[in-house]
């Protein structure tokens, strides 16, 4: 599969320079959570398990860490965190956050498919919803291997394949429903009718293909299930939907 143009780096830059006041009040809220939770249903870490048992004296860097919430609590855990992300709107919340809890890390403006730190600098490269479908997987994936040493592990968060093969062409038409309606095979670049941004899906044996031809080992799908009580702003997803079919899915991969 080719990887096309890199015209999306731009595109994507500029739609959550914009879209980017939307998401204060959620950053606000996970930077003070004592716990983590992931996805769009805000599911805790004691129920998803996706974080390592002790991160404390590890190398961490986040891949399209947006106002940084994750960065902050592997930072809470001990963790030396680095976040990079191509939204100058996201950073500068980021950082207000950093100072409104005196907890600060370095916050890099720039592109997760070409980070600009020495190789193997990290045990671990954690994204959710960040590189993980905003950045070509042909190009960040090895970016991350490069990035880890030997043994370290890349943990990303994305939309599970079959939200993606269901969900609606527009936000009018409504929620995910079960119809299918666009083709697995050949899944990459993906472009929505109504918004300006560009994402990335790839089939579950694609990105077997891709880890490992990067030098990974997966170790883990974690297919996440909301709780019945469990609710969303998002629109395009209903928590009954999520609790049928997996609406996130997250990747574990350990580098060789």
Known sequence: MSIGSDDHVARNRAYW??????????????????EPSWGMFSIPESEA????????GLDVIELGCGTAYVSAWL?????????IDGSQAQLATAGALQDEHDLHFP???????????PDASFDIAISEFGAAIWCDP????????????????????GN???????????EAEGAADATLKRDYFGMHRLEWPDEDGVEFH??????????????????????LRPAASATTRYKHVTVDWARRWAAEEVWVARRR
Request: without cysteine.
């Open 138 to 157: 042909y190009v960040w994936i090895p970016e991350a291997a490069r990035l880890l040493r030997p043994g370290g592990r890349l943990i990303f968060l």
């Open 202 to 223: 790839l089939t579950h044996g694609d990105w077997i293909r891709l880890l490992r031809r990067a030098g990974f080992e997966v170790e883990n799908l974690i297919e």
């Open 49 to 56: 398990h996706i974080l390592p048992d002790d991160v404390d």
């Open 107 to 117: 916050l890099i403006f720039g592109n997760a498919e070409e980070v600009p730190l």
């Open 17 to 34: 320079d914009e879209i980017a006041p939307q998401y204060v009040a959620t950053a606000r809220r996970n930077w003070a959570a004592s």
């Open 160 to 170: 599970g394949i079959l939200l993606t093969l269901t969900e609606q062409e527009t």
């Open 75 to 83: 930072a809470r855990r001990g963790a030396r965190v680095t976040g």
